[in-house]
């Protein structure tokens, strides 16, 4: 019986600041707008990868995005900039205005069991592509349990 | 004033007004607007062709071509070369959404041509690549 109250209670505890929904975790920050732009060529990186400063530089330079242009009318551009930074990390180190999240010291550390062939691996490519191993990268589903490292 | 066919056409006005400020259009809109401006841009305009349409879509004017990312049969699921993130199909016949959002169809030819041609196409280019794409399975 006590071991029972004491489930219930862990459970009551653990789901109770959850922002996900059942069927399986969503976006923990979402916009509409930022989802359909941003998520249109690669998978909508969450705001929480980047501090608001990288940010900022990003939506200065959508005309130079990674090589392409990705620029968006004005509406757009100060609704997802708004909605990026609101997001951004605050975690120690997230003030630098570094542009590419696979640079990051947070993503090399959470890699860091990633051996060099796995990125190389056709099914995967680069570090950016999420979705290779991540299958709920779409929604914003990191889970490194449901991790799934193609052949 | 309150019979029911007057208040119908009253809501049919009203309903193809509100499609027409919000955007909403056909391919065949965007090819007459396409033409007008290309009109406008040469007076010797002779028309579109499909076939160069087609052409400029598989050409590889810089490192990439159109079909680069929407593959050579605009009809067929697309694959972003860089990041490899599916790409609905390109084709109206295909995908009725396509070329219905004059917003839409402004920025991708902005972004895709400054991206593939180094440069803003011409009306002329959009106008053949949209004639080929029209009728593409169809």
């Known amino acids: 019986m006590n071991t029972r109250i004491l489930a219930a209670l862990a459970v009551a505890i653990l789901a109770g600041g959850n922002a996900y929904a059942d069927e399986g975790r969503r976006f923990a920050a979402d916009d509409a707008t930022w989802r359909a732009e941003c998520g249109s060529c690669h998978i909508p990186y969450p705001p929480r990868l980047l501090g608001a400063a990288s940010w900022r530089g990003m939506m200065a330079g959508l005309d130079r995005h990674f090589g392409v242009d990705a620029s968006v009318d004005k509406a757009a551009a100060a609704r997802i900039g708004a909605f990026l930074e609101r997001n951004g990390s605050t975690r120690r180190g997230a003030d630098s205005a570094a542009l590419r999240i696979t640079d990051t010291r947070w993503f090399i550390h959470e890699h860091d069991e990633v051996s060099a062939a796995t990125w190389k691996k056709p099914a995967v490519k680069s570090p950016a592509n999420c979705a290779a191993c991540h299958g ?14 193609p052949k | 004033m309150s019979s029911p066919r007057f ?18 259009a056909t391919p065949a809109d965007f090819i007459k607007g396409f033409e007008q401006s290309a009109r406008q841009a040469d007076p010797s305009f002779a028309g579109f062709s499909a076939a160069r349409g087609q052409q400029f879509f598989r050409t590889r004017h810089s490192d990439w071509a159109c079909a680069s990312c929407h593959t050579d049969d605009p009809s067929a699921q697309g694959k972003h070369v860089v990041t490899g993130r599916s790409i609905a199909p390109l084709a109206p016949a295909a995908n009725p959404e396509r070329f219905t959002d004059a917003a839409k169809v402004e920025k991708w030819f902005r972004r895709n041509c400054n991206d593939v041609v ?14 080929w794409l029209a009728g593409v399975g169809k």
């Open chain 1, 136 to 149: 709920g990268a779409e929604r914003g589903d990191f889970d490194e349990h449901a991790v799934r490292i």
């Open chain 2, 118 to 131: 180094k440069r803003a196409c011409t009306p002329q280019e959009k106008g053949d690549v949209l004639t």
């Open chain 2, 7 to 24: 208040l119908l056409a009253a809501i049919g006005l009203a309903a193809a007004t509100a499609a027409a400020t919000v955007g909403a």
